[in-house]
């Protein structure tokens, strides 16, 4: 019987996991209701130093049926650097990769072991700057929201300044999370959040990565 062709998705944790297939059915393509019937195979490394491994791109691309290998991880504090970080792991194996990764997220195409194969990163927000899922979540916020995701800002710049414990680098997230708080339905996480339509993938800087997705796996 033959293999059914393989997408697969590499991405730093549970919660990337969980958003990615909202994100991408909220923009109109149609998940799968199992594991088994998705349309990308997503499988978290419970963190950026496992999903680094110098072993882990050249196993994941000997994967019987492989046609297109995707990686999202977040920018942090330093985009440059984490750029560099995959291109130096990936290096090995994929020989020809540009010294910097595209605006648009990079697709690129090659051949390992007589196999013709997609290769993709996605660095949060944007491939530019720092900054995370959340981060690029404020994309997602839709326009009649601005004035309460500015508030939010504000109310966590403030709690700050009152010595909130919070770490400086998780102030994204603080600002999401806020802002979740004060929804319809409070406390949503933040896939749910996609599905129940309060965050919205509209927003152009939102579509130029469901444009990457649909490019790497040809949707």
Known sequence: MATKPL?????????????IPELIEASGIPWGETKETAIVKIKSYDGIENLLDKNVIYTELEDRGLISLGIIIDADDHPLDRWQSIRHVCLPTIFDLPQELPDTGLVHSFTHNSKDLKFGVWMMPDNKIRGMLETFLEYLIPDTNNHLWDYSKEVVQEAKIKN???????????????????QKTPGRQLH?????KFLVPTNPKAQIFVNWFKSLYDL
Do not use: C, H, M, N
């Open 7 to 19: 997408k697969k998705l590499l991405v730093e944790g549970t919660e990337d996991q969980r958003v």
């Open 164 to 182: 909130a414990p919070f770490k400086d680098s998780y102030t994204d997230k603080a600002y999401i999370y806020t802002w979740l708080a004060w």
């Open 192 to 196: 749910d959040a996609i599905k129940q």
